[in-house]
C-alpha cells in the first residue's frame, strides 16, 4: 500500500515528504478555482510525490449535457496537470444538499477522458453512494472510494484503486500498488 493525501484551500500548509502522492483539488463547477493548487502540486512534486488534480462536480437534475461538458472543459483548462498526473472527479453532494446524477457523472468522466486522453482518471466517491445511489458504475479508470475505516479495507465489493480512509488531521489516503514506480508507470501509461 502507497501513502499519500488530497488537499484543498483549505489545507494552505501540509507535509508532503515520505508520501507518495498528493492529489489537490483543482476546480469547482465552473468559476471556481483553488488558488493554491499550483504552490501546492508544486510542494508535492518537490517531495518526489506523484501529483493528481480533482474537480468538484456541481449538478442538479435537468442540468444539461452542455454544462457538464463545460464544467469538464473548465477542470482541464485550469488544474495545471503535466504529463503523468492523475484527473479525479469527486462525486457527491454538494453543500446545498444536490447531487449531480449518475449519468451526469458520466457524460463528465466521458469528456474528460475525451479532452485529456493521455491522463489516468478516476473517479472519486463516498462508500454509501457508490453502493446505494450509483445508477451507473463507470469509473473510468479507477475507484477511490471514501469509507472511513482501516486503510486499504473499504467495505465494498468493487475494485478499487485508491481509499480516503479518514479525514483527521486531514484527508489521508492509500493506493492499491506495489510500489511508487508501479504508481507512475500507471498514472503514465494512459
Known sequence: MLHGIDVSSHNPSFEAEGLDFVIVKATEGRSYTNPLRAEQAARARRAGCVVGFYHFLLGRRGLSPARITAQARYFVE??????GDILALDWETDPKGRLATSAQKDKFLQEVSSLRPGHRLVLYVN???????????????????????????????????????TSEPLDKNVADFENQDALKKWASTA
Open 127 to 165: 462508500r454509501d453512494l457508490w453502493t446505494r445511489k450509483s445508477t451507473g458504475d463507470h469509473k473510468a479508470d479507477g475507484l477511490w472510494i471514501a469509507d472511513y475505516r482501516k486503510a486499504g479495507h473499504p467495505l465494498i465489493h468493487d475494485e478499487w484503486r485508491f481509499h480516503q480512509y
Open 78 to 83: 485550469h488544474c495545471g496537470a503535466e504529463r
